[in-house]
């Protein structure tokens, strides 16, 4: 790889080695056959509004006392219908982000439009008091690679390294993009320094980029949680039967009904054994706990 070509007036550009960081699609990576075509299982799609409001009211309601101060809401569970989703609120100084994101194929399968599923998001009883006399100021939309440690692809070639969601680092086990995005970068730039201090930009000299990679946060946290996204894909009721069971549980146990104790306990062992099996739900959380070793 000697540059990249465009139709700009000028021409193509050259250089002595490309860092391509243009996104989960990438086709700068596609072309070299760094990366395999990705499939819908393997990718998100964001759906964001950036709502303004006053910080005063920011504050007010989100129990924020400085500027230095702020606060995330994420949300799953059974609201989502089955869907591999998160929905999100963050607390800016006069301005909210809230968002849905859905994988892929399950917008396919469910024949969901994501503006139609953010709007649902926003009238829910719990969410809409909390964004109520906002305006919003805009709408974005975003792919999120979803796929984890073994979605990253080879991470260099001769003139050429890929970064960021290019590569696709994403943390989705802890919500984590950028900062994944920031360090590859920094790692690629010091191996760019690196070679052009010898002059060699060979695969061989730039192989020291997915080393640092591999030395870093980065793949060893993606490693850690390597196997969690193909478990969320074969057991989607992680996500919405043991989310309800645990909804349910907790407004029985703080509901005031005049219902003892001991008796809403009881019963929610009883609806636990109906529901999963006790055999079952050893089996749930041995398979966790093994997927996160």
Known sequence: VVGIRTDRPDGD?????VIAADGVNSFLAKSLGLREKITPNKVAVAVKEIIGLPENVI???FGVSSDSEGVTIEI???FFEGMESMGFIYTNKDSLSIGVGTIIEDIIEHKVNPNDLIEKFKAHPAIAPLIAGGETKEYLAHMIPEGGYYAVPKLYTDGFMVVGDA????????REGSNLAIESGKLAAQTYLEAKDKNDFSAKALSAYQTKMEESF???DLKMYRNLPNLLEEKRYLLTKYPQLIIDSMYSIYNV???PKPDKIKNIKDKLKKEFGYWNLAKDMFTLWRKLR
């Open 257 to 259: 009904d005049g219902v």
């Open 76 to 78: 799953t569970g059974p």
């Open 59 to 61: 504050n007010d309601r």
């Open 218 to 220: 980065v793949l060893k």
């Open 167 to 174: 590569a696709m680092l994403v943390n989705s086990v802890n």
């Open 13 to 17: 550009l050259y250089c002595d080695c």
